[in-house]
Antibody
Framework: DVQLQESGPGLVKPSQSLSLTCSVT?????????WNWIRQFPGNKLEWMGY???????NYNPSLKNRISITRDTSKNQFFLKLNSVTTEDTATYYC??????????WGQGTLVTVSA | ENVLTQSPAIMSASPGEKVTMTCRAS???????LHWYQQKSGASPKLWIY???NLASGVPARFSGSGSGTSYSLTISSVEAEDAATYYC??????????FGAGTKLELK
């Protein structure tokens, strides 16, 4: 069965970049589907951030378009999130997820990132 | 942006009661693109109902979903203690591609 797991720093300083990794097991990220990042803010609002597809194309939330980049390392079956110029408002739990049939069928366990000096 | 409005924000039910929560979209959504997730405290969201009315694997048959256009609902025919959670609707279309509702928190009495 496919499994996803997020990893990365739990604390980032304001104005710096947030970088997270999603490691995927049980399915090759180049075989199909869309590989997403979603975040959940304190207070529980969910925000879709963007995806990288099986063929390497991207689609981003326009609210983040100038700050976000999602890339991948196919040799390691991982994909990555980079969010630039973070502020305290980027404090959230970050999830990676696989989209299929227009829904998010598989999720990682999430990783809390706090933006603070 | 297609804004999803869920109501009520919080609801309380007794075991055995029938409950219905709604999700209204600011623009029409294809029924294939409207989904529900269950999230319990400290856990990731789980896909619960996909494409309006299809139960995800392992979801009890007391759950059902319906709707079309801009109005969708999730119903539990007879609530059980394990159903206490927050339920989110999600749509797939437009720009941004994916949006979520704010959630309905179901509490058990």
């Amino acid at each position: 069965d496919v499994q996803l797991q997020e990893s990365g720093p739990g604390l980032v300083k304001p104005s710096q970049s947030l970088s997270l990794t999603c490691s995927v097991t049980g399915y090759s990220i180049t075989s199909g589907y869309y590989w997403n990042w979603i975040r959940q803010f304190p207070g529980n609002k969910l925000e879709w951030m963007g995806y990288i597809s099986y063929d390497g194309s991207n689609n981003y939330n326009p609210s983040l378009k100038n700050r976000i980049s999602i890339t991948r390392d196919t040799s390691k079956n991982q994909f990555f999130l980079k969010l630039n110029s973070v502020t305290t408002e980027d404090t959230a739990t970050y999830y990676c997820a696989r989209e299929e049939g227009f829904s998010l069928a598989y999720w990682g366990q999430g990783t809390l990132v706090t933006v603070s000096a | 942006e297609n804004v999803l409005t869920q109501s009520p924000a919080i609801m309380s039910a007794s075991p055995g009661e029938k409950v219905t929560m709604t999700c209204r979209a600011s623009s029409s959504v294809s029924s294939s693109y409207l989904h529900w997730y269950q999230q319990k405290s400290g856990a990731s969201p789980k896909l619960w109902i996909y494409s309006t009315s299809n139960l995800a694997s392992g979801v009890p048959a007391r759950f059902s979903g319906s709707g079309s256009g801009t109005s969708y609902s999730l119903t539990i025919s007879s609530v059980e203690a394990e159903d206490a959670a927050t339920y989110y609707c999600q749509q797939y279309s437009g720009y941004p591609l994916i949006t979520f509702g704010a959630g309905t928190k179901l509490e058990l009495k």
